[in-house]
């Protein structure tokens, strides 16, 4: 009987160890966290909608020959189209751009534009062309009339709102209000405008 019961007892000796810690605790298991998201700038800048803002400029006129500064204000529209900003703008200028050798002048500039560029990000470069209207005094007579123009601009995104650049012109008045000259001038201007 003394062996009967060791030979039932020597299977659960065996296995006493298995036990002796009581119920194993799993290990847990590890945590896969999820990546982080990936915030992309946008390769394009926000060009589109309503802006207005003010431009000082020199201007180098021919026939008569002069030259000056000037200054004005500007407004315009555009849409972003992604990469591709077109636009239409106005702007009044006026100032003393006055011939060295007599009392000719042209006091007032304005322009008609339409404008399309390509969206660098916060650069925007841009054509322009358009209608142009001049207002001269030549050999003591007030003269006006309306050309044509074209030419370059840039603008840069300071922050959302403001905008600052630059833009050069050349004009064309054939015939200048009937005067049989073919007044040339060409401009450039720096710009600073706010975004609506």
Same mark, same amino acid.
């Given at each position: 009987m003394k062996h009967f019961a060791v030979a039932l007892l020597a299977p659960l000796a065996l296995t006493a160890p298995a036990f002796a810690g009581g119920l194993a605790t799993p290990a847990p298991e590890p945590v896969v966290s999820a990546p982080a998201p990936v915030v992309t700038m946008r390769a394009d800048g926000e060009w589109g909608g309503a802006y207005a803002g003010a431009h000082l400029g020199y201007a180098d006129a021919k026939d008569p020959d002069a030259n000056g500064a000037f200054g004005g204000l500007q407004a315009g529209y555009r849409w972003d189209l992604g990469t591709a900003v077109v636009g239409v703008e106005a702007d009044m200028a006026g100032g003393s751009i006055s011939a060295a050798d007599s009392n000719d002048s042209v006091d007032r500039l304005a322009h008609l534009k339409l404008q399309a560029g390509y969206d660098?990000?916060? =650069? #925007?470069?841009? +054509? =322009? &062309?358009? +209608? +142009? !209207?001049a207002k001269a005094d030549i050999a003591g007579v007030s003269l006006s009339d309306t050309g044509y123009f074209g030419g370059?601009? #840039?603008? !840069?995104?300071?922050?959302d709102r403001w905008t600052v650049g630059g833009e050069v012109l050349t004009h064309r008045f054939n015939d200048f209000d009937g005067s049989g000259l073919d007044l040339k001038a =060409? =401009? &450039?201007t720096l710009r600073a405008n706010y975004r609506f």
């Open positions: 660098f990000g916060r =650069t #925007l470069v841009y +054509a =322009t &062309a358009g +209608a +142009a !209207y370059i601009g #840039l603008d !840069y995104q300071v922050n =060409t =401009t &450039a």
